[in-house]
Every structure is written in structure tokens, then in C-alpha cells.
């Protein structure tokens, strides 16, 4: 049964203080229930700057999402009239939830006596590391609209979250990042090319978890492409990369052009050392130093806290790392494993490009890898004997051309002499397949410290 107050203004309009209208969703399912949510409601009954107007009948609801088993809750929503500014309503909703025997600060989606979110504040839109209103998921909850719906709101009027917001312009990205930072944001950055699949999709979410906002840039760097290599028939598909970007979480997308990027008159580029003359860097010269040159123009542009990198292109890693000690950017850098197709072939890409009959061999890297390791498992420790190893694998699939088999220091792919493959190794592949060129790389072994 929808209840209704009448409403005590407390004379905050007759102080000249504005008045918001609020909507306040109510969660329970541990405890008495409909006690936590009735109590919650007459404490801020009785808060000043708050003039609780009507609020919904109860609605039991199962729990939804990851987390452990737990009872099915019972939800609400409220709505209230408020002087109080957004954070310090914020700040009662929090001790209200304290008060009903909630820990604080309390596991993720674990049961819990008492969930007070702000869905609406008025009309306005606030982005800070505490509130982001309107709720980002509101629309998105049945136990939420429902009970809007009983309190008279027309939903259709009402702005949703904007999901992933698309950016093509650098000013506007800088922007959004200033906002979020002033708010005391932790901010992510997962930098791609795009064509995004599950491995993009897992740094994504790893930042998501580690991070208050994530930006994701999709732009496909000329600088990192030689002459004659496939920038032009890099897959490109900004509609469906948004699309993976939403159901990662990303707040913001960034997908600038090539001028966005780099101004006409661009002439600063970051060179990186010796290590990034080898392997890629010795196929494809100029490589690494057009890859430096991207992230720390993407570095000095969006400022992140972190910044999300996959142990797939390994020697990037390796470059990226260097970069950010030497020219001192205060980025965390972040490796994140490889994700595979179950027969093995590291996601990527360019996996897209290859006919069916180089898709079906491409495995061989893997399974050439996975031969070493095991060798290594074994007690194997000759580095030559374990790059013969994977090399004889690697010799089976006539349709994989070889760049190279290295195995290396893992820590910073330094090379490790014959027989010295003891600590922090890993081993690195590099083939074409037809005109697709794909790279696979696995440790060996954990590094054990000094
Ligand atoms: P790219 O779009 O190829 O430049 O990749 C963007 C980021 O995603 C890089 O840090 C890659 O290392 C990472 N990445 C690409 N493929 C995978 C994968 N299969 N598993 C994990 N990370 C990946």
C-alpha cells in the first residue's frame, strides 16, 4: 500500500534554501526486514532538512547478481523533500544503514540489514567517487521502476544513465576526467585498438573492479604500424566495440580520430631502448616507440591512477613499464592474463583475418608453448633444448611461418643465458599465418624473489 505524509517544509523554502525532491530506494534481506525499512523511514521522518512525502509498498524480490546465497529482499522507494546538499543527505543515508547493524564498509553484494541509494536528487546529474545520480542502474531494476511507477514518476522523463558515454574529442575526454577527478575518482584507463573481444573485455573489468571510473580508448595508432603492414585492414567496428565497452562497465569511451590525436604539426616521439629493438621491435622497427608515443600522449591527456595492459603483448608491457619509470608518470601499470578460445589460440584482434584453414592451425603456437612448459615441468632447464622443444611443435603446422621462439627473463625479457631458465621465465612466439601475423607468449615459471 503506497503510504503518503503531509509534508513539513520546516521553512526551508522561507530561508531561501533550496528545496530538492528526492527518490530513495530501501533494500533488506537480513534481520526483520520490514522492521530495518519502517525504521529507516521514521529516523529520516525525523532528520531535519528531510520531509519524507510518500513512499511505496514493500515488493519482495530475489537477489540478483554475484555474490554468496541470501534470502530474498524486500525493497522500496521512497520520496522525500530535502536542504540537505547531496553528499551530506548521503552521509544520513549512510549512518542509517550503520545503525540497522550494516558493516561498513560492507562486502560486495553480500546480505545486508539495510541499502539506502539515492536514484534521483532533483534533476541533477552528479559524478563524484561517493554518488553518481541518477543511479547508474535504476532503469536497469525491476525493483526500483516498479515502485517509482506507484509513486507517480514518469519514467520516460526521466534521464537514464548514460551507460558507456562516447567520446571523440580529446577536450571533452579531458573534461569528463577533470570532473572525475576533482570528485576523488580512482580512474582506469584500458587503452585498445579496438575490435574488442574478451581479452579487451577482462581488462575492462578488472579495472572496473579495482577502479571508481574506467576509460577505454579505442584508436588504431598509425605511429605503431610500419610500412606495408596492415593498418589500412585493421578490423574496425566502433558500434560493437561500444557495445563490449557497456557490458564491461566502461564508463567513458574515448574513440578519437587521427588528428584528435596527434596535432598536424606533431613531432615529438618517445624512444625507448635497446630491449624494444628485439623481437617485435626487430620485425616491425619503430613499434615500440610509436606504442611509448601513443600512452604517454594518452598518459598526460587522461591522468589515470591505473592503466590496464595484457601479459598477450608481453614486450609492450615491458616497454610501457620502462616508459613509465624513466619519464616518471605516476600510472600503476597493470598486467592481465591472457585470455584464450578453448582450443588454446590467444584471443586477438586479428584472429578475425585468418582464413578458416589458418584458423584452424593457428593453435600450434599454444600447444608449442604448452610443450616447453611442460619440458620445463619436467626439470628441463636448457634454454636452447626448451626452443627446440617448442620449435619442433611449431614444425608440424605447415601453414605457420616462424618470426621467432625466444625464451626470456620474464620480469623485463631480458635474455637469459643457455641453462638459465631458473627463475621467471617466459616464453614468446611470434608467426604468420598467411598474411596474419599473431603472437602467443606463457611463463614458465614464477619468479621467486631474492
Ligand atoms: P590491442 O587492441 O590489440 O592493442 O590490445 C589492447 C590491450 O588488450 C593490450 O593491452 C593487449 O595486450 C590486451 N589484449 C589483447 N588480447 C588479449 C587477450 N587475449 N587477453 C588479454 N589481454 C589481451
Given at each position: 500500500m503506497l503510504m503518503t505524509w503531509s509534508i513539513q517544509q520546516r521553512g526551508v523554502r522561507r530561508l531561501g534554501i533550496d528545496v530538492e525532491t528526492v527518490y530513495i530506494a530501501l533494500g533488506s534481506n537480513l534481520g526483520d526486514r520490514e522492521e530495518h525499512l519502517n525504521r529507516a523511514i521514521e529516523r529520516l521522518k525525523a532528520t531535519p532538512g528531510v520531509a519524507v512525502v510518500a513512499c511505496s509498498s514493500w515488493l519482495e524480490t530475489e537477489f540478483v547478481g554475484d555474490g554468496p546465497e541470501q534470502g530474498r529482499f524486500l525493497n522500496g522507494v521512497l520520496k522525500a523533500n530535502t536542504s540537505l546538499p547531496p553528499l551530506a543527505l548521503l552521509g544520513v543515508l549512510r549512518a542509517l544503514e550503520v545503525e540497522a547493524?550494516?558493516?561498513?564498509?560492507?562486502?560486495?553484494?553480500h546480505p545486508r540489514e539495510l541499502d539506502l541509494d539515492?536514484?534521483?536528487?532533483?534533476?541533477q546529474e552528479i559524478d563524484s567517487r561517493e554518488l553518481q545520480v541518477p543511479h547508474p542502474r535504476w532503469h536497469e531494476r525491476a525493483f526500483v521502476t516498479s515502485p517509482l511507477r506507484e509513486l507517480g514518476v514518469n519514467l520516460d522523463q526521466r534521464p537514464r544513465a548514460m551507460g558507456t558515454r562516447l567520446a571523440h574529442e580529446a577536450a571533452k575526454v579531458c573534461e569528463q576526467v577533470s570532473d572525475w577527478l576533482r570528485g576523488g575518482c580512482v580512474v582506469g584507463l584500458v587503452p585498445t585498438m579496438g575490435s574488442l573481444h574478451e581479452g579487451h573485455a577482462s581488462l575492462m573489468r578488472r579495472a572496473k573492479a579495482e577502479c571508481d571510473r574506467v576509460l577505454a580508448t579505442v584508436f588504431v595508432n598509425p605511429l605503431q604500424f610500419g610500412p606495408g603492414e596492415d593498418f589500412d585492414t585493421y578490423p574496425r567496428d566502433l558500434e560493437r566495440d561500444l557495445g563490449v565497452c557497456e557490458a564491461a562497465g566502461v564508463d567513458t569511451l574515448f574513440a578519437p580520430s587521427a588528428s584528435g590525436m596527434f596535432a598536424s604539426e606533431f613531432a615529438s616521439h618517445v624512444g625507448v631502448g635497446a630491449?624494444?629493438?628485439?623481437m617485435e621491435g626487430a620485425v616491425r622497427e619503430g613499434h615500440f616507440s610509436g606504442v611509448a608515443t601513443v600512452v604517454a600522449r594518452l598518459f598526460a591527456m587522461t591522468r589515470p591512477h591505473r592503466a590496464y595492459f595484457g601479459e598477450k603483448d608481453a614486450q609492450q608491457l615491458v616497454v610501457v613499464r620502462r616508459m613509465c619509470a624513466d619519464l616518471g608518470f605516476p600510472v600503476a601499470v597493470v598486467a592481465c592474463p591472457i585470455v584464450r578460445e578453448p582450443d588454446g589460440l590467444a584471443l586477438s584482434s586479428?584472429?578475425?583475418?585468418?582464413?578458416a584453414e589458418d584458423r584452424r592451425a593457428a593453435p600450434v603456437l599454444y600447444r608449442a608453448l604448452c610443450a616447453a612448459g611442460d619440458r620445463f615441468k619436467d626439470g628441463l632447464r636448457d634454454r636452447d633444448l626448451l626452443v627446440r622443444c617448442a620449435q619442433d611443435v611449431l614444425a608440424t603446422e605447415p601453414r605457420c611461418a616462424v618470426d621467432y621462439v625466444e625464451l626470456r627473463?620474464?620480469?623485463?625479457l631480458a635474455p637469459l643465458a643457455a641453462?638459465?631458465?631458473?627463475?621467471?621465465a617466459r616464453m614468446l612466439v611470434a608467426a604468420r599465418f598467411g598474411d596474419v601475423r599473431l603472437l602467443d607468449n606463457v611463463a614458465l615459471n614464477d619468479e621467486v624473489a631474492p
Open positions: 547493524g550494516r558493516r561498513s564498509p560492507h562486502p560486495r553484494n539515492v536514484i534521483f536528487y532533483g534533476d630491449a624494444a629493438a628485439e586479428r584472429n578475425t583475418r585468418l582464413t627473463r620474464a620480469r623485463d641453462a638459465d631458465a631458473v627463475c621467471g
